[in-house]
């Protein structure tokens, strides 16, 4: 029998169903975390959602997500501010310590892309990615005092560098990093997901530095299928069916000592349409074979 | 008048003519140089191609490509050491110094993908990162005295990490250069193509270590479009169409002093679908627009 006490599924996995079904659902399964996305708690209403989940006897293993921080004007800075915050205050209701912030691609010449890519291409200045990053530390900035009265952390995601024109500028474990290096730790962190970062030439070294400075917040596993989705968004794959190789990454995870929960978030059209039960039974199935014998 | 001296496109961009039309086309549109797909030399025969770009007093910027280097069998071991051997040749014949190299991918569970995409998964020890990193190295240490002995530079071209499963495990301009390291900056070189490195927060500094230790063998410009293509290998678009601040990226290729051909090599079904003389011109305008200005 293995032992699932770490693994966690993320609401985003079983898109479908509500809070409430997914926390029964994972529940029955035997899990003891759930990863929450934020549409499904603004679904069920924040204090509703959180008595849900601790009444199934499940804690939140990450609130998903803030961010959307490169917005060149007034207006949008403050949005990101107000919807921080906001965020923020979800995850500390919710329970969780840690709140994964997607950082924000370009800013599109018309307002935020948030969920949908941007239409057209941006005009010359809102090419910036320099300048843009430095916006993206500008708003962390702000926005970490806010984190640490709440007792959240802020959990930088790098992503896929594909995803870097229309979602975020962040593209590296190592850039990460470097954005959290003059906060503490408690107060932001990273977070690894396999999908993003395992083909990183800097990969072992950086986990191993998050690690060692205690940042490493959270450990999130899919795989990088091909060919790639006709949305992009939605490559991922359960574990074992793509190119990443869990033994290798997941000793380097657990080697900096990390003995968190090991979050399961894919986006796949066709995971998505399956009967969510079966989704969940898969999950396990490849948790198992491809993930926990290397933690 | 703009200035068109440094402009050279690739035969990929205008893929549906011969050599001998594209040859014409870019002679007659004024430009002093060629990059050079394979496929094209082959098409045409070594020697013809030769004579029919120098007959027309056009150089060779670039040949493309040679390189994948990451099968772990000795057959595919030895096909990769025969086919760039053949490729350093024809750089050689063609006139060109520079070679450029595309490493590889995953090694799939069968035989090397080369031009198309893996099909399915690869088995268990073919995912290993690590390992098939290790194989490009020893390849190209294979390599270098045959370049060094035809006057060629093996020119490592970091792809976007999107193609890190199926095309090359070589996905920074860092990595690139730590790869080059041991060997000669005349024999191994790297090229900056902005599709594949812009979002790359290293980009600046790893640029400026390019210039800096001689190895920066090639710039070559597209753009980065969105949506990705449902081939993604077609993602590629007019310098002005996508996200890429040429601006920038040209000045730091400009501050090393680089001073050599500027490439524009574009995959892309709407372009290879249009008149090729139309797109050469639409090149024109665009690098007159967006390139040269910051040159």
């Known amino acids: 029998m293995s032992d699932f006490s770490r693994l966690s599924i993320n609401t985003a996995t079983t898109k479908n169903i509500s809070l409430a079904d997914a926390v029964r659902l994972y529940s029955d399964a035997g899990l003891q975390s759930i990863g929450v996305w934020r549409d499904r708690v603004e679904e069920a209403g924040l204090d509703k959602a959180a008595r849900l989940i601790s009444d199934a006897g499940l804690t939140v293993s990450s609130l ?34 840690e709140l994964i912030l997607v950082v924000g691609g370009l800013p599109a010449a018309g307002p935020l892309a948030g969920d949908s890519a941007g239409t057209g291409a941006p005009t ?13 530390a ?8 806010v984190a640490a ?25 190592g850039q990460a990093l470097d954005l959290a290096a003059p906060f503490p730790a408690e ?7 396999t999908f993003h970062v395992w083909w990183d030439p800097q990969l072992e070294e950086q986990i191993r530095r998050a690690g060692g400075e205690g940042r490493l917040a959270s450990y999130q596993v899919c795989d990088w299928n091909l060919p790639i ?9 359960y574990m074992g069916d ?6 290798t990454i997941g000793k380097w995870v657990s080697d900096t000592g990390y003995a968190g929960p090991v979050e ?11 009967p969510p039960a079966e989704v969940v039974e898969t999950v396990k199935a490849r948790y198992a074979e491809h993930v926990l014998p290397y933690l």
Not at 76 to 97: F, M, P, S, V
Not at 151 to 168: C, F, G, I, S
Not at 242 to 247: H, K, L, V
Request: hydrophobic residues 50%; contains cysteine.
């Open 124 to 136: 010359e200045g809102a090419k910036d990615v320099v300048a843009a990053r430095a916006r993206i």
């Open 264 to 274: 399961v978030e894919i986006f796949n059209r066709d995971i998505w349409d399956a």
């Open 149 to 173: 009265e709440h007792n959240v952390r802020l959990v930088l995601e790098a992503l896929h560098p594909m995803y870097a024109a229309d979602r975020a500028l962040l593209s590296t474990l």
């Open 64 to 97: 998903c997500r803030g961010g959307f921080l490169t917005a060149a004007d007034a207006a949008g800075q403050r949005n990101a501010l107000e919807d921080n915050t906001r965020a923020i205050e979800e995850a500390a209701t919710l329970g969780t310590h």
């Open 242 to 247: 793509g190119y990443i190789d869990f033994a």
């Open 229 to 237: 989705a006709s949305d992009a968004l939605l490559s991922r794959g």
């Open 138 to 145: 500008d708003r962390l900035a702000e926005l970490v005092p």
């Open 187 to 193: 107060t932001v962190g990273v977070v690894v997901d």
